[in-house]
């Protein structure tokens, strides 16, 4: 697998690419693309998991279409900062993931993602049913635009 730091970003990523953020859950992947100056994360809408196959595929003709150049994909740590169950299977998902791309794959701290991205969503008076929908990709949002941030303050 092609692991990167964030940090390695700038160097991988070719110009006029994107950076794509991805939030894994059980039933959906969120996805939030940056710009191409990377430093803005843009919700995208939410891909339905069914088999890793098909998961793949629909990922992968999305990532192609955005023109992405990298992965950052929010890696579930517990409060402890320890890898649990959750990660273990978000690693498995990347190492899978890398056999079918050659997009290198940068992992985040999701810890309080999700929290942080309702909680926006709440400010933003998103309805309840709407919030479910838009949880994963806001999630991915907040997870691609911290490793931006970081990105970004690394370069300057």
Excluded at 23 to 28: A, F, N, R, S, V
Excluded at 91 to 113: G, H, M, Q, V, Y
Excluded at 138 to 153: E, K, N, P, T, V
């Amino acid at each position: 697998m092609a692991e990167i730091t964030i940090e390695d970003i700038a160097e991988t990523v070719k110009p006029g690419q994107v950076v794509a953020g991805l939030d894994l859950g059980t039933k959906t992947i969120g996805v939030a693309i940056s710009d191409r100056g990377l430093t803005l994360a843009t919700p995208r809408p939410v891909i339905r998991r069914t088999k890793f196959t098909a998961d793949a595929t629909a990922l992968l003709a999305l990532l192609d279409k955005e023109n992405a150049g990298a992965i950052v994909l929010g890696l579930p740590l517990n409060m402890d900062g320890s890898e649990g169950p959750r990660a273990q299977a978000t690693r498995a998902f990347a190492r899978n993931l890398s056999t079918k791309t050659d997009l290198p794959i940068a992992f985040w701290d999701e810890r309080l993602s999700t929290v942080a991205a309702e909680r926006s969503l709440l400010e933003q008076d998103v309805s309840r049913a709407r919030r479910a929908e838009r949880i994963d990709s806001a999630a991915a949002a907040f997870i691609l635009q911290g490793a931006l941030d970081r990105l970004y303050s690394a370069g300057s």
